[in-house]
């Protein structure tokens, strides 16, 4: 990772030199997700849960929010969608849950969470490496959906969730796909899959058949590109914090 310039550092409600402190506001950490001793609600289960992400720094997520967003505010966004997510994910059953970030971690990561550094190389790769990490089933999610919630995965996270399937298949509105799970981690399976092009989702769902699997869908979802992505998203979830932050910005004026 290179130096951010001082232009690109975020300064605001999320902490010093452009990057989150503390993503969950006033509160140190999502309470209502963990147990005593700070141990996730989630209980065990036999998947990997991965959550591949960036760190929210201005000028390095969300840039096709802008405009009509700034970069600090689209970054705001990141945080917060950033912060759904992993509360969501605290609360799944899982055998580990995984952060693959770019970037670096802080106090905005919750406990419960193991934190890996992305590889180099385009997104196939990264993700690529990501599955090639991992020892057994695995159920990989991205940072654009903070819609998701435990009722929408449980399909792909019950205990029967690998009988008879050899990947669960979440597709994105645009084309391309917001999860993804392999029963057996195969990196072959997801190096080469050209990224963010719409027929992204075709393409990975045609390599997992073409390899043999059988493939089970989850529901579409639409992710955050654009600002109309993020009325929508937050829309159809309007109590967490990525609609709340939306509702700030959009609220005060600014747009």
Request: hydrophobic share 45%; proline share 10%.
């Amino acid at each position: 990772m290179s130096a951010y310039g001082d232009e690109g550092r975020w300064k605001g409600p999320y902490g010093e030199e452009g990057r989150p402190a503390n993503v969950y506001g006033d509160e140190a950490r999502p309470t209502d997700a963990y147990r005593d001793g700070g141990r996730p609600t989630g209980a065990s289960g036999p998947t990997e849960l991965l959550v591949i992400a960036k760190e929210p720094v201005a000028g390095r997520v969300k840039t096709r929010l802008c405009p009509p967003f700034s970069p600090v505010e689209a970054a705001e966004l990141a945080a917060a969608a950033l912060a759904d997510t992993l509360e969501t994910v605290l609360t799944l059953p899982a055998r580990r849950r995984v952060l693959v970030l770019e970037g670096r971690p802080g106090p905005w990561v919750p406990p419960g969470f193991e934190v890996v550094p992305q590889s180099a190389g385009g997104l196939d790769e990264r993700l690529a490496a990501a599955f090639g990490g991992c020892t057994g089933p695995a159920l990989l999610v991205g940072m654009d959906t903070p819609q998701i919630t435990a009722a929408l995965l449980a399909p792909a996270l019950a205990p029967d969730a690998w009988d008879g399937a050899g990947a669960w298949f979440g597709p994105a509105e645009d084309g391309g796909f917001w999860a993804l799970g392999l029963a057996e981690p195969d990196p072959a399976l997801v190096r080469g899959v050209p990224m963010s092009v719409p027929e992204t989702g075709a393409v990975q769902r045609r390599r997992l058949v073409d390899a043999g699997l059988a493939v089970r869908d989850l529901p579409v979802l639409v992710d955050v590109d654009t600002a109309a992505d993020a009325h929508r998203v937050a829309s159809a979830a309007p109590g967490g914090r990525f609609a709340a932050a939306l509702g700030r910005l959009t609220g005060a004026g600014v747009r």
